[in-house]
Each structure stands twice: as structure tokens, then as C-alpha cells.
């Protein structure tokens, strides 16, 4: 294990399950699932550095993936807030620098980083709005950049499920073709910043092709809960995929073909997904859409879903 030691600091990554707790002593949203992360491959320890001051950790970072080959998402990050260091958001700066070169090969872009938990209204309280800006501040001084900031919708049995206006019929998608040539229909005038920037990289129909077998086909779940949409003279309008993932029931993806939009169609998909997930036994149900995605967001509201949680992503160039 190779450590960087500067005046009053050592950066180093965790030796393995045994330093679980040196890494633990800063608080976070993970903590109790990180030693479990770190056994079933999910993390390794070459992922999870700490910056010690006197042998304390004062910052951390850690990333996290699938299957434990390469790391996927940056997850922890971590400056040690309760102490009051004004060089704080420097040594997680110094700290992830560190680390960075030491993982990823020069001219190799790092994987993004997702802050999240955040809560609803994060920049209400300023305190709270502090401490994110700095995790925020020592990804920037790397190089990062913001990319988008995604809000959390979630649907509970208590609340009464959305209405179904009758309109469209629903049925299963019938082949991978099917699914694939739906999601590039609506791709076009999308509003969803990931979706924005690969069909950038790619085309429509290429993005579609990775965004159905990598993404919408990794959830447990089977394929035949997923609904097109379908007005009375036959044509598709668009896609609901509800699905179960290891935290829980989600709406994976929910969209409406380019040409159909703003007819209200993205409330009766909505509502399919719910009413079938809560038919599954669903007590709660969790979706996702960018902040910038205003329709999107009142689509969920309408439904009954309220908006509990969020996150930022940031990526490097």
C-alpha cells in the first residue's frame, strides 16, 4: 500500500475490511452499507482513501461499482465539517487529487460524481447549503464540473393512486427491437441532460440501443411489467417502465414519443406504472427527473408523488 505524506497529513487508501471503521469515522449516507459493499465487490479497499491528520481521518472519498472491475460513480466524498479547519475544502481538494492520479491513468476521464442524498430544499437551510458546496467546491478544484441536479419524487400506499383517464390502452413491449426503436422516437426534444449529451456523443437510435440493454434490462424485474402506451387508432405514444431494483419499486424510465407531447399522455403512462407496481405489493415507489425538467416534475406531482429528496451530479472533460 503506497501512502502520500505531506507536513501534517497522510493520504493512503484503506488496507481492507479491517479499517472499515477509519473510513466510518467521518459520518455519511453509506456508512452502514459500506463493509457489506466492500465484501461482495461492490467497493475494494484500493477505492476508499482517507486523508489522516495525527492518524484522525479529515476526508475521504470512495468509489463504487457493479461488478467490482472498474469503479463506476464516485459515491463518498467527505470533508471532516465538525471541527471547523477553514482548509477543509483544500485537504478533500489535495485528498481527491491524490487519489485520482493514483487510480486512473492520465488521459482516462474519472467516473462521475453523484452527490445523494440531498434534502428536498437543500438551499433553504444554510448550513446544510454549506457543506454541499463544499463537496461540491473540492470536485471542481479537480477539474470537475456540475452537470445536472436530479430531484426524487416518491409515491406511498397511503396516498391515493393517480387517476386513469381512459384514453390510451396499454400493452407489454413485444421484442428488444420494439422497446429500442420507442426509446429513439422519444429521444428527440428530450429534456433529460444524460440523454442531451450522449445522443451529442452518439445518435438516437445508438444511445437507445445502450440506454435498453444496459440500464432498462439490468433491473430484476421482468420485462413484461414495462407499457407502451397506445391511443385508440393504434399508434404508440409512449413507454412506462416500472420496475423493482434492489432499494425498491421504481419508475425507471417514462417518456412520450416527440409529436405527442404536451396532450397530457405522460400523466395516463404515469398513472399505468403506479396503479401496476402497487399492484405488486408496492408501499413505495421512487422516480427521478432533472430539475430543469418542469413537466416532468409536475407529471409526478399530479400523481401524488412528492419531491423528498435530490442530488447533483458532476462530471470531468
Same mark, same amino acid.
Given at each position: 500500500?503506497?501512502?502520500?505524506?505531506?507536513?501534517?497529513?497522510?493520504? /493512503?487508501?484503506?488496507? %481492507?475490511?479491517?479499517?472499515?471503521?477509519?473510513?466510518?469515522?467521518?459520518?455519511?449516507?453509506?456508512?452502514?452499507?459500506?463493509?457489506? +459493499?466492500?465484501?461482495?465487490?461492490?467497493?475494494?479497499?484500493?477505492?476508499?482513501?482517507?486523508?489522516?491528520? +495525527?492518524?484522525?481521518?479529515?476526508? @475521504?472519498?470512495?468509489?463504487?461499482? @457493479?461488478?467490482?472491475? @472498474?469503479?463506476?460513480?464516485?459515491?463518498?466524498?467527505?470533508?471532516?465539517?465538525?471541527? %471547523?479547519?477553514?482548509? /477543509?475544502?483544500?485537504?478533500?481538494?489535495?485528498?481527491?487529487? *491524490?487519489?485520482?492520479?493514483?487510480?486512473?491513468?492520465?488521459?482516462?476521464?474519472?467516473?462521475?460524481?453523484?452527490?445523494?442524498?440531498?434534502?428536498?430544499? $437543500?438551499?433553504?437551510?444554510?448550513?446544510? &447549503?454549506?457543506?454541499?458546496?463544499?463537496?461540491?467546491?473540492?470536485?471542481?478544484? *479537480?477539474?470537475?464540473?456540475?452537470?445536472?441536479?436530479?430531484? =426524487?419524487?416518491?409515491?406511498? !400506499?397511503?396516498?391515493?393512486?393517480?387517476?386513469?383517464?381512459?384514453?390510451?390502452?396499454?400493452?407489454?413491449? !413485444?421484442?428488444?427491437? &420494439?422497446?429500442?426503436?420507442?426509446?429513439?422516437?422519444?429521444?428527440?426534444? *428530450?429534456? +433529460?441532460?444524460?440523454?442531451?449529451?450522449?445522443?451529442?456523443?452518439? !445518435?438516437?437510435?445508438?444511445?437507445?440501443?445502450?440506454?435498453?440493454?444496459?440500464?432498462?434490462?439490468?433491473?430484476?424485474?421482468?420485462?413484461?411489467? $414495462?407499457?407502451?402506451?397506445? =391511443?385508440?387508432?393504434?399508434?404508440?405514444?409512449?413507454?412506462?417502465?416500472?420496475?423493482? !431494483?434492489?432499494?425498491?419499486?421504481?419508475?425507471?424510465?417514462?417518456?412520450?414519443?416527440?409529436?405527442?407531447?404536451?396532450?397530457?399522455?405522460?400523466?395516463?403512462?404515469?398513472?399505468?406504472?403506479?396503479?401496476?407496481?402497487?399492484?405488486?405489493?408496492?408501499?413505495?415507489?421512487?422516480? +427521478?427527473?432533472?430539475?430543469?425538467?418542469?413537466?416532468?416534475?409536475?407529471?409526478?406531482?399530479?400523481?401524488?408523488?412528492?419531491?423528498?429528496?435530490?442530488?447533483?451530479?458532476?462530471?470531468?472533460?
Amino acid at each position: 500500500m503506497e501512502s502520500y505524506v505531506t507536513s501534517d497529513l497522510v493520504f /493512503r487508501p484503506i488496507t %481492507g475490511l479491517e479499517e472499515i471503521e477509519l473510513f466510518n469515522a467521518l459520518p455519511g449516507p453509506y456508512n452502514d452499507g459500506l463493509a457489506e +459493499d466492500l465484501q461482495n465487490g461492490h467497493c475494494r479497499a484500493d477505492w476508499m482513501w482517507v486523508a489522516l491528520r +495525527d492518524g484522525r481521518p479529515v476526508a @475521504r472519498v470512495g468509489w463504487w461499482s @457493479r461488478g467490482g472491475i @472498474r469503479p463506476e460513480v464516485l459515491e463518498t466524498l467527505d470533508i471532516d465539517d465538525a471541527h %471547523g479547519d477553514p482548509h /477543509r475544502t483544500d485537504v478533500g481538494a489535495r485528498l481527491l487529487r *491524490t487519489a485520482l492520479t493514483a487510480l486512473f491513468p492520465a488521459g482516462t476521464l474519472p467516473p462521475p460524481y453523484v452527490l445523494q442524498p440531498l434534502p428536498a430544499n $437543500w438551499r433553504d437551510d444554510s448550513t446544510t &447549503e454549506r457543506r454541499i458546496k463544499g463537496r461540491i467546491e473540492v470536485v471542481e478544484r *479537480t477539474g470537475g464540473k456540475f452537470f445536472v441536479e436530479r430531484l =426524487r419524487y416518491r409515491w406511498t !400506499s397511503g396516498t391515493p393512486l393517480p387517476s386513469r383517464r381512459g384514453i390510451l390502452t396499454f400493452r407489454p413491449v !413485444s421484442s428488444d427491437e &420494439e422497446a429500442i426503436d420507442l426509446l429513439a422516437r422519444i429521444l428527440p426534444g *428530450t429534456l +433529460d441532460a444524460y440523454s442531451q449529451a450522449d445522443v451529442a456523443r452518439s !445518435s438516437a437510435g445508438d444511445h437507445a440501443r445502450v440506454q435498453y440493454h444496459d440500464e432498462l434490462l439490468s433491473y430484476p424485474s421482468p420485462r413484461e411489467w $414495462w407499457r407502451i402506451g397506445v =391511443r385508440p387508432d393504434g399508434e404508440p405514444i409512449g413507454l412506462v417502465v416500472p420496475a423493482q !431494483s434492489p432499494n425498491g419499486f421504481v419508475i425507471a424510465y417514462l417518456g412520450v414519443i416527440d409529436g405527442h407531447r404536451g396532450h397530457g399522455f405522460v400523466n395516463d403512462l404515469l398513472a399505468e406504472g403506479t396503479h401496476l407496481l402497487a399492484a405488486q405489493g408496492a408501499e413505495r415507489v421512487t422516480a +427521478d427527473t432533472d430539475l430543469g425538467n418542469h413537466p416532468m416534475a409536475r407529471a409526478f406531482e399530479r400523481a401524488g408523488y412528492d419531491n423528498f429528496a435530490g442530488r447533483i451530479d458532476m462530471r470531468w472533460d
